[in-house]
C-alpha cells in the first residue's frame, strides 16, 4: 500500500474533527501519526483557517481542543465530491 500524501492526511484529521474527535490526542490516533507531526499538522489546519483552536480554561491546566470550520466542512465535501468523479481506490488498484 502507498504512503499518504499530506493531502490524505489532513483530510483524515478534518474528517475526525467533523465527527466529534476534538482533542490533539485523539486527532493523532484517528490519523495514525506521532506526536510532532500532528502537532506540525493542526498549526498549519488553524492558520489556513480550516479548524479552530479551543483554550479550555475550566480546569487547572488549560486543554486544547480543536471544532472544524465552514471553509474545511467546504473543503471535506470539494473532496468528496471528486472522489466521486474520479474513484481514487480504483487507481490504485490497477497499479
Do not use: C, H
Not at 21 to 28: A, E, G, L, N
Not at 59 to 64: Q, R, V
Not at 86 to 94: E, K
Amino acid at each position: 500500500m502507498p504512503r499518504r500524501s499530506k493531502l490524505e492526511i489532513r483530510l483524515t484529521m478534518l474528517s475526525s474533527i467533523k465527527e466529534g474527535i476534538d482533542k490533539p490526542t485523539r486527532i493523532m490516533y484517528a490519523a495514525n501519526l506521532s506526536w510532532k507531526p500532528t502537532q506540525r499538522t493542526l498549526t498549519q489546519l488553524v492558520r489556513q483557517g480550516l479548524i479552530n483552536e479551543i483554550e479550555d480554561t475550566n480546569n487547572a491546566k488549560s486543554k486544547k481542543r480543536y471544532e472544524i470550520t465552514e471553509k474545511g466542512l467546504a473543503v471535506i465535501k470539494y473532496f468528496e465530491d471528486a472522489k466521486k468523479l474520479l474513484p481514487v481506490d480504483d487507481i490504485y488498484n490497477q497499479i
